[in-house]
């Protein structure tokens, strides 16, 4: 073969790889969208807000809006996507849990039994806290079940035993630990699995811990059933 044959056979070949190699690109392209594109799929969302991806509904019709970092103004709503509506506007009133970002500390949380039901909590440091449920129908909230304070009085009932056993020790505050695997649906059933530790940082004094399984029933909003279990008390040295 002479050297301009040789050029020519060069030419094709490196052609040729050009071209498999911009075909290989494009479904890559089409894959990752641009923050353009992500921005419009959900074009009647308020300014300042944005979609927790990971809190909408199995049918994709509902989820919470957190503020865009860095806006301290704003509030978390549980919303329809499309077409847009408030269900909720606020939900954590009475709540200080700070701005509401997406993954900030006691940012909100949310577990889906079906599309009707919906637990939404706050993420704290060690785990969940102001766990409630609210109950969809014709794209509204029908009810609101506020089961937090009813999990609290079982671990206050307890710290109140504990100080009157050790008036002298600091038992009287404590942690929630755990995460989205504390809680599950079933049918019409909420199932808990909560973990309470005085002192989850292993600072000096009396330790206790304690653990709360219970079944919630969402048609009567009450429990069914609650096994609380005291843990061992020691004694944390001194660091």
């Not at 969208?33 to 300042?48: F, I, L, M, R, T």
């Amino acid at each position: 073969m002479n050297s301009k044959n040789t050029w020519l056979v060069k030419r094709t070949i490196a052609f040729a790889l050009a071209l498999m190699s911009f075909a290989s690109a494009i479904p890559a392209q089409e894959e990752s969208a641009s923050p353009a594109d992500q921005a419009n799929k959900y074009p009647e969302v308020p300014k300042g807000y944005e979609v927790g991806e990971d809190t909408i509904s199995p049918d994709g019709r509902f989820a919470i809006l957190y503020p865009v970092r860095p806006s301290t103004d704003g509030v978390n709503s549980l919303v329809k996507l499309k077409p847009y509506a408030e269900l909720v506007e606020d939900l954590s009133p009475d709540y200080n849990n700070g701005p509401g970002w997406i993954d900030s500390r006691g940012a909100l949380r949310a577990k889906w039994g079906g599309n009707k039901y919906v637990a939404i909590w706050h993420s704290m440091k060690w785990g969940p806290e102001n766990l409630v449920v609210y109950e969809i129908a014709n794209d509204k909230v029908k009810r609101v079940e506020k089961i937090w304070p009813e999990v609290v009085k079982y671990f206050d009932r307890y710290v109140q035993r504990l100080l009157k056993k050790y008036p002298k020790e600091s038992v009287d505050s404590y942690t929630f630990v755990g995460d989205e695997k504390s809680f599950e649906f079933k049918d019409h059933k909420f199932l808990l699995d909560i973990f309470a530790d005085n002192k989850p940082n292993l600072a000096p004094g009396l330790h206790w811990t304690a653990q709360l399984d219970a079944i919630w029933n969402l048609d009567t909003a009450k429990f069914d059933n609650v096994d609380f279990r005291p843990g061992k008390i020691d004694m944390n040295p001194e660091l």
